[in-house]
């Protein structure tokens, strides 16, 4: 159980687009959902927290209108990096936290995106 | 707000060796404490984890003990294998951080036969 999807798990795309990346919690229920972004041989920076049916919380110095994040429903939410430049190009990592009976904090990962920026 | 330091790497073993990766972390409150493991080009799994103090969280051989008087959760495997090469994070999470995980620079561990 507490299985997390990504998709794409690869996209390349032009300067200027804008990129939507999914997270799933496949066989549960996320109430908080969290994007990091992963530079290569680095640590993992979050980005945002998203709570279903509110606004993301944004970590300091994260651009909220580059990174649009919704949280729809309990097993999805959606990172859309908008006009994408070269500097975005990064491993973007989403992972799931349910309640219940899972440990208290315990946070379940996707198998990242890679994003690369022409 | 939460912090971790973790052992500088990269750390090169032979097989069988043993294996200590230390992590030491600042937080307030009572955290949970987790380790991760991320394998070349894939996300992280969560390789092992405690919740109060004294706590020894295991799998697939590793360890670690939640020492909350020295706040520290050292990652140990008595015998290492080539398929333990990876990356390593330690992670604490709660505390005043609302659940959020705070990261370690993560622990390049690679393995020899």
């Known amino acids: 159980g507490a299985v997390v999807s990504q998709h794409p798990s690869r996209v390349i795309c032009k300067s200027g687009t804008s990129v939507k990346i999914e997270c799933r919690s496949l066989d549960f229920q996320a109430t908080t959902m969290f994007w990091y972004r992963q530079f290569p041989k680095k640590s993992l920076m979050l980005m945002a927290t998203s709570n279903e049916g509110s606004k993301a919380t944004y970590e300091q110095g994260v651009e909220k209108d580059k990174f649009l994040i919704n949280h729809a429903s309990l097993t999805l939410s959606t990172l859309t990096v908008t006009s994408a430049h070269p500097e975005d190009s990064s491993f973007y990592i989403c992972?799931?936290?349910?309640?219940?009976?899972?440990?208290?904090?315990?946070?379940?990962f996707g198998p990242g995106t890679r994003l690369t920026v022409l | 707000g939460d912090s971790v330091t973790q052992m500088e790497g990269p750390v090169t073993l032979s097989e069988e060796a043993f294996l200590t990766i230390n992590c030491t972390y600042t937080a307030t409150g009572y955290p949970s404490l987790f380790w991760y493991v991320q394998y070349p080009g894939e996300g992280l799994q969560l390789l092992l984890k405690a919740t109060k103090a004294d706590d020894k969280g295991s799998n697939k051989g590793f360890e670690a003990t939640y020492r909350k008087e020295t706040t520290s959760f050292h990652l140990e495997k008595g015998s290492v294998q080539v398929s333990d090469s990876a990356v390593y994070f330690c992670?604490?999470?709660?505390?005043?951080?609302?659940?959020?995980?705070?990261f370690g620079q993560g622990t390049i561990l690679t393995v020899h036969p």
């Open positions: 992670a604490p999470a709660g505390g005043t951080s609302y659940g959020k995980l705070t």
């Open positions: 992972s799931a936290r349910a309640a219940g009976t899972y440990t208290y904090n315990e946070q379940f």
